[in-house]
Protein backbone atom coordinates (compact mmCIF):
# COMPACT_ATOMS: atom_id res chain seq x y z
CA UNK A 1 0.00 0.00 0.00
CA UNK A 2 1.49 3.99 -0.47
CA UNK A 3 2.46 5.61 2.24
CA UNK A 4 0.53 9.08 1.29
CA UNK A 5 2.00 10.54 4.06
CA UNK A 6 5.44 9.49 3.04
CA UNK A 7 5.23 10.95 0.37
CA UNK A 8 3.86 14.15 0.94
CA UNK A 9 6.15 14.43 3.77
CA UNK A 10 9.22 13.84 1.48
CA UNK A 11 7.56 16.00 -0.65
CA UNK A 12 7.03 18.89 1.52
CA UNK A 13 10.95 18.48 2.58
CA UNK A 14 11.84 19.18 -1.31
CA UNK A 15 10.14 22.02 -1.29
CA UNK A 16 11.51 23.74 1.62
CA UNK A 17 14.79 22.64 0.59
CA UNK A 18 13.91 24.16 -2.94
CA UNK A 19 12.74 27.50 -1.13
CA UNK A 20 15.94 27.72 1.10
CA UNK A 21 17.85 27.65 -2.03
CA UNK A 22 16.17 29.81 -4.23
CA UNK A 23 16.09 32.92 -1.68
CA UNK A 24 19.62 32.16 -0.79
CA UNK A 25 20.32 32.56 -4.68
CA UNK A 26 18.72 35.68 -4.02
CA UNK A 27 20.28 36.85 -1.68
CA UNK A 28 23.84 36.55 -3.50
CA UNK A 29 22.51 38.40 -6.46
CA UNK A 30 21.40 41.48 -4.65
CA UNK A 31 24.14 41.41 -3.09
CA UNK A 32 25.94 41.43 -5.46
CA UNK A 33 23.50 43.91 -7.87
CA UNK A 34 24.04 46.37 -4.65
CA UNK A 35 27.82 46.37 -4.95
CA UNK A 36 27.53 47.66 -8.66
CA UNK A 37 25.13 50.08 -8.05
CA UNK A 38 27.76 51.66 -5.81
CA UNK A 39 29.79 52.76 -8.75
CA UNK A 40 27.09 55.06 -9.70
CA UNK A 41 27.67 57.04 -6.70
CA UNK A 42 28.97 60.16 -7.65
CA UNK A 43 30.24 62.25 -4.23
CA UNK A 44 30.00 66.04 -4.44
CA UNK A 45 30.39 68.55 -1.60
CA UNK A 46 27.27 68.78 -1.07
CA UNK A 47 27.00 65.50 0.08
CA UNK A 48 28.25 66.35 3.40
CA UNK A 49 30.20 68.79 5.55
CA UNK A 50 32.83 68.46 7.97
CA UNK A 51 32.68 70.18 11.69
CA UNK A 52 35.11 69.47 14.50
CA UNK A 53 34.55 67.79 17.80
CA UNK A 54 32.72 70.53 19.15
CA UNK A 55 30.36 71.02 16.17
CA UNK A 56 32.24 73.93 14.63
CA UNK A 57 32.28 73.86 11.04
CA UNK A 58 35.32 73.48 9.26
CA UNK A 59 37.03 72.26 6.12
CA UNK A 60 38.99 69.65 3.83
CA UNK A 61 41.74 72.40 4.59
CA UNK A 62 41.51 72.47 8.39
CA UNK A 63 41.95 68.33 7.95
CA UNK A 64 44.83 68.72 5.88
CA UNK A 65 46.59 71.22 8.14
CA UNK A 66 45.94 68.84 11.28
CA UNK A 67 47.36 65.77 9.22
CA UNK A 68 50.44 67.25 8.75
CA UNK A 69 51.27 67.48 12.62
CA UNK A 70 49.71 63.58 12.51
CA UNK A 71 51.76 60.25 13.07
CA UNK A 72 48.86 58.09 12.43
CA UNK A 73 44.76 59.50 11.12
CA UNK A 74 41.94 56.88 12.17
CA UNK A 75 39.21 56.92 9.58
CA UNK A 76 36.23 55.48 11.16
CA UNK A 77 33.91 54.49 8.72
CA UNK A 78 30.34 53.18 8.09
CA UNK A 79 31.07 49.69 5.88
CA UNK A 80 28.34 50.64 3.30
CA UNK A 81 28.46 54.40 2.91
CA UNK A 82 29.58 56.02 0.56
CA UNK A 83 30.55 59.11 1.85
CA UNK A 84 32.75 57.19 4.10
CA UNK A 85 34.89 55.73 1.22
CA UNK A 86 35.40 58.99 -0.76
CA UNK A 87 36.81 60.89 2.22
CA UNK A 88 38.98 57.65 2.99
CA UNK A 89 40.17 58.11 -0.75
CA UNK A 90 40.53 61.71 0.29
CA UNK A 91 42.30 61.71 3.16
CA UNK A 92 44.80 58.83 1.58
CA UNK A 93 45.79 60.87 -1.05
CA UNK A 94 46.16 64.15 1.12
CA UNK A 95 48.20 61.76 3.36
CA UNK A 96 50.84 61.05 0.93
CA UNK A 97 50.83 64.65 -0.62
CA UNK A 98 51.86 65.71 2.74
CA UNK A 99 53.91 62.37 3.95
CA UNK A 100 55.59 61.37 0.77
CA UNK A 101 57.08 58.19 0.96
CA UNK A 102 56.61 57.86 4.54
CA UNK A 103 52.59 57.30 3.92
CA UNK A 104 51.18 53.58 4.55
CA UNK A 105 47.77 52.70 4.53
CA UNK A 106 46.50 50.02 7.34
CA UNK A 107 43.41 48.04 7.06
CA UNK A 108 41.03 46.57 9.07
CA UNK A 109 39.68 44.40 5.96
CA UNK A 110 42.61 42.12 5.76
CA UNK A 111 44.14 39.89 8.49
CA UNK A 112 47.93 39.39 9.51
CA UNK A 113 47.85 36.00 8.03
CA UNK A 114 47.73 37.27 4.76
CA UNK A 115 49.83 40.28 4.82
CA UNK A 116 52.45 38.17 2.89
CA UNK A 117 50.37 38.17 0.05
CA UNK A 118 49.27 41.78 0.07
CA UNK A 119 53.17 42.21 -0.16
CA UNK A 120 53.28 40.00 -3.16
CA UNK A 121 50.48 41.79 -5.04
CA UNK A 122 52.39 45.28 -4.41
CA UNK A 123 55.45 44.28 -5.48
CA UNK A 124 53.94 42.47 -8.66
CA UNK A 125 54.71 39.25 -7.95
CA UNK A 126 51.27 38.01 -8.70
CA UNK A 127 48.18 38.91 -10.57
CA UNK A 128 45.39 40.45 -8.85
CA UNK A 129 42.69 37.83 -9.68
CA UNK A 130 45.28 35.52 -7.40
CA UNK A 131 45.78 38.42 -4.91
CA UNK A 132 41.93 38.64 -4.28
CA UNK A 133 41.83 34.72 -4.79
CA UNK A 134 44.22 34.49 -1.80
CA UNK A 135 43.38 37.34 0.17
CA UNK A 136 39.69 36.81 1.31
CA UNK A 137 39.04 40.51 0.61
CA UNK A 138 35.25 42.02 1.81
CA UNK A 139 32.81 41.46 -0.88
CA UNK A 140 33.05 45.27 -1.15
CA UNK A 141 36.36 45.19 -2.17
CA UNK A 142 36.26 46.20 -5.45
CA UNK A 143 34.12 49.32 -5.24
CA UNK A 144 35.08 50.33 -1.67
CA UNK A 145 38.95 49.49 -0.70
CA UNK A 146 40.57 48.07 -4.08
CA UNK A 147 41.08 52.14 -4.85
CA UNK A 148 43.14 52.71 -1.44
CA UNK A 149 45.32 49.45 -2.26
CA UNK A 150 45.58 50.58 -5.57
CA UNK A 151 46.74 54.13 -5.21
CA UNK A 152 49.26 52.87 -2.35
CA UNK A 153 50.52 50.42 -5.24
CA UNK A 154 50.99 53.25 -7.39
CA UNK A 155 52.62 55.24 -5.24
CA UNK A 156 54.80 52.27 -3.53
CA UNK A 157 53.85 52.51 -0.27
CA UNK A 158 52.95 49.76 2.33
CA UNK A 159 49.70 48.55 2.95
CA UNK A 160 48.97 46.94 6.39
CA UNK A 161 46.80 44.26 6.68
CA UNK A 162 46.08 44.92 10.35
CA UNK A 163 43.35 42.33 11.46
CA UNK A 164 43.50 39.45 14.12
CA UNK A 165 42.52 36.12 11.80
CA UNK A 166 38.55 35.85 12.43
CA UNK A 167 39.27 32.29 13.40
CA UNK A 168 40.79 33.50 16.62
CA UNK A 169 38.65 35.90 17.76
CA UNK A 170 36.19 33.22 17.41
CA UNK A 171 38.20 31.03 19.78
CA UNK A 172 37.67 34.22 22.52
CA UNK A 173 33.91 34.52 21.81
CA UNK A 174 33.63 30.74 22.56
CA UNK A 175 35.96 29.96 25.36
CA UNK A 176 37.70 33.31 26.60
CA UNK A 177 41.14 34.94 25.91
CA UNK A 178 43.03 32.26 27.69
CA UNK A 179 42.12 29.88 25.11
CA UNK A 180 45.06 31.68 22.49
CA UNK A 181 47.83 29.88 24.83
CA UNK A 182 47.18 27.15 23.04
CA UNK A 183 47.71 28.24 19.68
CA UNK A 184 51.63 28.19 18.42
CA UNK A 185 54.04 30.45 17.49
CA UNK A 186 53.34 31.23 14.00
CA UNK A 187 49.73 31.25 15.02
CA UNK A 188 50.78 33.94 17.59
CA UNK A 189 52.31 36.14 15.26
CA UNK A 190 48.89 37.14 13.97
CA UNK A 191 47.60 38.53 17.00
CA UNK A 192 48.67 41.01 19.37
CA UNK A 193 51.47 40.22 22.06
CA UNK A 194 49.94 38.19 24.67
CA UNK A 195 48.52 38.97 27.13
CA UNK A 196 46.47 41.74 25.22
CA UNK A 197 45.21 44.24 27.95
CA UNK A 198 41.72 44.60 28.91
CA UNK A 199 39.44 47.44 27.53
CA UNK A 200 39.40 50.17 29.18
CA UNK A 201 35.88 51.44 31.44
CA UNK A 202 35.09 54.33 28.73
CA UNK A 203 35.06 51.84 26.38
CA UNK A 204 33.20 49.00 28.11
CA UNK A 205 30.64 51.14 28.84
CA UNK A 206 30.43 51.97 25.56
CA UNK A 207 30.07 48.53 24.60
CA UNK A 208 27.65 47.82 27.37
CA UNK A 209 25.30 50.46 26.16
CA UNK A 210 25.29 49.44 22.60
CA UNK A 211 25.29 45.61 22.91
CA UNK A 212 22.06 46.05 25.48
CA UNK A 213 20.49 47.97 22.21
CA UNK A 214 21.64 45.38 19.57
CA UNK A 215 20.90 42.33 21.60
CA UNK A 216 17.24 43.61 21.99
CA UNK A 217 17.32 44.45 18.24
CA UNK A 218 18.51 41.31 17.73
CA UNK A 219 15.84 39.05 20.14
CA UNK A 220 12.99 41.33 18.10
CA UNK A 221 14.38 40.13 14.66
CA UNK A 222 14.89 36.84 15.32
CA UNK A 223 11.18 36.11 16.57
CA UNK A 224 9.98 38.38 13.77
CA UNK A 225 11.48 36.26 11.85
CA UNK A 226 10.69 32.65 13.31
CA UNK A 227 6.85 33.85 13.41
CA UNK A 228 6.95 34.46 9.35
CA UNK A 229 8.84 30.93 8.98
CA UNK A 230 5.70 29.37 11.10
CA UNK A 231 2.85 30.87 9.16
CA UNK A 232 4.45 30.20 5.77
CA UNK A 233 5.40 26.65 6.81
CA UNK A 234 1.62 26.49 8.37
CA UNK A 235 0.02 28.07 5.13
CA UNK A 236 2.31 25.43 3.08
CA UNK A 237 0.69 22.30 5.52
CA UNK A 238 -2.73 23.41 4.79
CA UNK A 239 -2.03 23.35 0.95
CA UNK A 240 -0.61 20.35 1.03
CA UNK A 241 -3.36 18.09 3.15
CA UNK A 242 -5.19 15.66 1.56
CA UNK A 243 -7.51 14.01 3.69
CA UNK A 244 -5.07 12.25 5.97
CA UNK A 245 -4.88 15.49 7.85
CA UNK A 246 -0.79 15.22 7.58
CA UNK A 247 0.51 17.93 10.24
CA UNK A 248 4.61 18.79 9.43
CA UNK A 249 4.61 19.42 13.22
CA UNK A 250 4.76 22.79 16.09
CA UNK A 251 8.57 23.50 14.96
CA UNK A 252 9.58 25.61 11.98
CA UNK A 253 10.12 24.07 8.89
CA UNK A 254 14.16 24.46 9.10
CA UNK A 255 13.88 21.85 11.28
CA UNK A 256 13.61 19.11 8.81
CA UNK A 257 16.09 20.86 6.72
CA UNK A 258 19.44 18.44 6.88
CA UNK A 259 22.35 18.28 4.57
CA UNK A 260 22.71 21.21 2.03
CA UNK A 261 19.60 23.31 2.62
CA UNK A 262 20.12 23.31 6.33
CA UNK A 263 22.94 26.24 5.66
CA UNK A 264 20.59 28.20 3.27
CA UNK A 265 18.02 27.85 6.24
CA UNK A 266 20.48 29.22 9.08
CA UNK A 267 20.77 32.03 6.57
CA UNK A 268 17.34 33.05 6.46
CA UNK A 269 16.70 33.02 10.11
CA UNK A 270 20.39 34.57 11.03
CA UNK A 271 21.29 31.70 13.35
CA UNK A 272 24.77 30.56 13.39
CA UNK A 273 26.23 33.28 11.88
CA UNK A 274 29.27 35.66 12.47
CA UNK A 275 28.41 39.12 13.38
CA UNK A 276 31.82 39.76 12.06
CA UNK A 277 34.45 43.40 8.92
CA UNK A 278 33.08 41.92 10.40
CA UNK A 279 32.40 41.51 12.57
CA UNK A 280 28.10 41.83 16.05
CA UNK A 281 30.65 44.10 15.15
CA UNK A 282 31.47 47.31 14.99
CA UNK A 283 28.48 47.58 12.10
CA UNK A 284 25.98 46.39 14.26
CA UNK A 285 26.99 48.78 16.89
CA UNK A 286 26.56 51.54 14.25
CA UNK A 287 22.85 50.13 13.18
CA UNK A 288 22.16 50.94 17.19
CA UNK A 289 23.13 54.51 16.64
CA UNK A 290 22.64 54.64 12.83
CA UNK A 291 19.43 52.66 12.08
CA UNK A 292 18.73 54.08 8.79
CA UNK A 293 22.55 54.73 7.83
CA UNK A 294 23.46 50.70 8.46
CA UNK A 295 22.18 47.49 8.66
CA UNK A 296 22.49 44.52 11.33
CA UNK A 297 21.91 42.24 8.28
CA UNK A 298 25.36 42.69 7.22
CA UNK A 299 27.47 40.23 9.75
CA UNK A 300 24.89 37.92 10.11
CA UNK A 301 26.13 36.11 7.66
CA UNK A 302 29.05 32.96 7.88
CA UNK A 303 28.15 31.41 11.34
CA UNK A 304 31.93 30.13 12.72
CA UNK A 305 34.42 31.46 10.26
CA UNK A 306 36.68 28.17 10.67
CA UNK A 307 33.04 26.72 9.18
CA UNK A 308 32.12 28.69 6.59
CA UNK A 309 35.10 30.72 5.39
CA UNK A 310 35.46 31.52 2.36
CA UNK A 311 39.06 31.53 1.05
CA UNK A 312 39.60 28.84 -1.95
CA UNK A 313 40.95 25.85 -1.73
CA UNK A 314 44.08 26.91 -3.90
CA UNK A 315 44.38 29.79 -0.93
CA UNK A 316 44.17 27.42 1.54
CA UNK A 317 46.67 24.73 0.15
CA UNK A 318 49.40 27.61 -0.16
CA UNK A 319 48.82 29.23 2.90
CA UNK A 320 49.34 25.54 4.74
CA UNK A 321 52.40 24.89 2.22
CA UNK A 322 53.29 28.65 3.13
CA UNK A 323 53.29 28.33 7.16
CA UNK A 324 54.86 24.48 7.20
CA UNK A 325 57.69 26.55 5.29
CA UNK A 326 57.69 29.07 8.57
CA UNK A 327 57.78 31.80 5.67
CA UNK A 328 55.32 33.92 7.46
CA UNK A 329 57.48 34.96 10.81
CA UNK A 330 57.85 38.40 11.16
CA UNK A 331 60.54 40.64 11.68
CA UNK A 332 60.87 41.85 15.49
CA UNK A 333 57.74 40.30 16.76
CA UNK A 334 58.24 39.00 20.13
CA UNK A 335 55.03 38.23 22.91
CA UNK A 336 57.39 39.36 25.77
CA UNK A 337 56.16 41.45 28.36
CA UNK A 338 59.63 43.65 28.22
CA UNK A 339 59.13 44.38 24.14
CA UNK A 340 60.37 48.08 23.76
CA UNK A 341 56.17 48.05 22.71
CA UNK A 342 53.95 47.77 25.87
CA UNK A 343 50.98 46.11 25.99
CA UNK A 344 47.68 47.84 27.17
CA UNK A 345 44.32 48.81 26.78
CA UNK A 346 42.50 47.54 24.11
CA UNK A 347 38.74 47.48 22.32
CA UNK A 348 36.27 45.33 19.98
CA UNK A 349 36.66 42.95 17.53
CA UNK A 350 33.99 41.58 14.95
CA UNK A 351 32.46 38.86 16.84
CA UNK A 352 30.20 35.73 16.59
CA UNK A 353 26.44 35.46 16.34
CA UNK A 354 26.50 31.78 17.65
CA UNK A 355 22.77 29.75 18.22
CA UNK A 356 21.51 31.34 21.38
CA UNK A 357 22.01 28.01 23.42
CA UNK A 358 25.64 28.49 23.29
CA UNK A 359 25.82 32.25 23.44
CA UNK A 360 28.92 33.54 25.41
CA UNK A 361 29.14 35.94 28.01
CA UNK A 362 28.78 39.62 26.59
CA UNK A 363 31.48 41.23 29.54
CA UNK A 364 34.99 40.70 29.84
CA UNK A 365 36.23 37.28 31.17
CA UNK A 366 40.24 37.15 31.96
CA UNK A 367 39.41 33.73 32.90
CA UNK A 368 37.87 30.68 31.02
CA UNK A 369 34.25 31.37 29.61
CA UNK A 370 33.61 32.74 26.33
CA UNK A 371 33.63 36.95 26.03
CA UNK A 372 32.39 38.90 22.95
CA UNK A 373 34.04 41.92 24.62
CA UNK A 374 37.51 40.09 24.69
CA UNK A 375 36.86 39.05 21.00
CA UNK A 376 36.55 43.19 20.14
CA UNK A 377 39.16 43.51 22.37
CA UNK A 378 41.82 41.31 20.51
CA UNK A 379 41.03 43.00 17.47
CA UNK A 380 41.73 45.86 18.08
CA UNK A 381 44.89 45.35 20.09
CA UNK A 382 46.16 43.68 16.87
CA UNK A 383 45.37 46.46 14.13
CA UNK A 384 47.11 48.95 17.04
CA UNK A 385 49.89 46.21 17.35
CA UNK A 386 50.29 45.84 13.72
CA UNK A 387 50.19 49.87 12.97
CA UNK A 388 52.98 50.14 16.08
CA UNK A 389 54.98 47.57 14.83
CA UNK A 390 55.54 48.87 11.24
CA UNK A 391 56.36 52.66 12.78
CA UNK A 392 58.83 50.14 14.89
CA UNK A 393 60.54 48.62 12.29
CA UNK A 394 60.55 51.47 9.78
CA UNK A 395 60.97 54.95 11.37
CA UNK A 396 59.43 57.68 10.71
CA UNK A 397 56.47 56.22 9.13
CA UNK A 398 52.87 57.64 9.09
CA UNK A 399 49.81 55.47 9.02
CA UNK A 400 46.44 55.74 7.89
CA UNK A 401 44.09 53.76 9.15
CA UNK A 402 40.91 52.79 7.79
CA UNK A 403 38.45 50.57 9.92
CA UNK A 404 34.49 50.57 11.40
CA UNK A 405 33.99 53.70 13.33
CA UNK A 406 33.34 51.90 17.32
CA UNK A 407 36.74 50.99 17.03
CA UNK A 408 37.82 55.02 17.34
CA UNK A 409 34.63 56.85 18.03
CA UNK A 410 35.87 58.85 21.28
CA UNK A 411 39.65 58.13 20.96
CA UNK A 412 38.83 54.43 22.94
CA UNK A 413 39.60 51.18 21.31
CA UNK A 414 42.71 51.13 18.96
CA UNK A 415 43.75 54.40 19.46
CA UNK A 416 44.01 52.99 23.05
CA UNK A 417 46.02 50.57 22.51
CA UNK A 418 48.32 52.46 20.44
CA UNK A 419 48.93 54.68 22.72
CA UNK A 420 49.91 51.72 24.96
CA UNK A 421 52.48 50.09 22.55
CA UNK A 422 54.00 53.52 21.01
CA UNK A 423 53.41 56.14 23.97
CA UNK A 424 53.55 59.51 22.72
CA UNK A 425 52.51 58.34 19.06
CA UNK A 426 50.72 61.54 17.07
CA UNK A 427 46.80 60.73 16.84
CA UNK A 428 44.14 62.17 14.73
CA UNK A 429 40.55 60.63 14.54
CA UNK A 430 38.33 61.41 11.61
CA UNK A 431 34.49 60.17 12.35
CA UNK A 432 32.16 59.84 9.49
CA UNK A 433 28.50 59.58 10.67
CA UNK A 434 25.31 59.32 8.07
CA UNK A 435 22.72 61.80 8.81
CA UNK A 436 19.46 62.82 7.15
CA UNK A 437 20.13 66.58 7.84
CA UNK A 438 24.22 66.73 7.55
CA UNK A 439 23.55 70.65 8.29
CA UNK A 440 22.79 70.01 11.67
CA UNK A 441 25.42 69.10 14.04
CA UNK A 442 23.80 66.91 16.88
CA UNK A 443 25.81 67.87 20.00
CA UNK A 444 24.31 64.55 21.98
CA UNK A 445 25.29 62.29 19.43
CA UNK A 446 28.02 63.68 17.88
CA UNK A 447 30.29 65.74 20.11
CA UNK A 448 33.87 64.20 21.00
CA UNK A 449 33.25 61.46 18.17
CA UNK A 450 36.22 62.45 16.44
CA UNK A 451 38.69 65.13 15.94
CA UNK A 452 36.43 66.13 13.23
CA UNK A 453 33.09 64.41 12.32
CA UNK A 454 31.77 64.48 9.06
CA UNK A 455 28.04 64.28 8.78
CA UNK A 456 27.43 62.45 5.06
CA UNK A 457 23.60 62.60 3.69
CA UNK A 458 22.13 59.17 4.65
CA UNK A 459 19.80 59.53 1.83
CA UNK A 460 22.41 58.44 -0.89
CA UNK A 461 22.31 54.77 -1.88
CA UNK A 462 24.58 52.43 0.30
CA UNK A 463 27.26 50.87 -1.30
CA UNK A 464 25.47 47.11 -0.81
CA UNK A 465 22.77 45.83 1.84
CA UNK A 466 24.16 43.02 2.79
CA UNK A 467 27.90 41.74 2.50
CA UNK A 468 28.56 38.19 1.59
CA UNK A 469 31.43 38.00 3.42
Not at 341 to 346: F, S
Not at 401 to 424: C, D, I, K, S, W
Not at 456 to 464: A, F, H, I, K
Request: hydrophobic share 35%; charged share 25%.
Amino acid sequence: MVNLKAIISDLTDFIVRLSASFFALVFFLSSALNVVAQESVVITEGDYRIYTSEGQPATLDDIREAMGVAEVVFVGELHNDPVSHYIEQVVLKDWYSTHGSAAALSLEMFSRDVQYIVDEYLNDLISESHFQLSSSPWSNYETDYKPLVEFAKANGFPVIAANAPRRYSNMVTRMGRGALNGLSDQALSYVAPQPYGAPSAAYKAQWDAVMAEAMAEMMAASQETSAKMDDESHEMNHEMEHGEGHEMGEGHSCDMMEGEGEHECEMMEGEGHEMGEGEMDHEAMHAMHHPEGSEMNHEMEHGEEGEHDEESEEHKMNHEMHMAAGAHAEEGHDSGEGHDMEHGDEAEHKMDHNEEAEMPSVGSSQHGGGSMLDAQALWDATMAWSIAELMTRKPGSKVAHMVGGFHVETGTGTPEHLAQYRPGTKMLVISVQSSLDIHTFDSDEHTGLGDFVILGDESLPRTYDTRTR
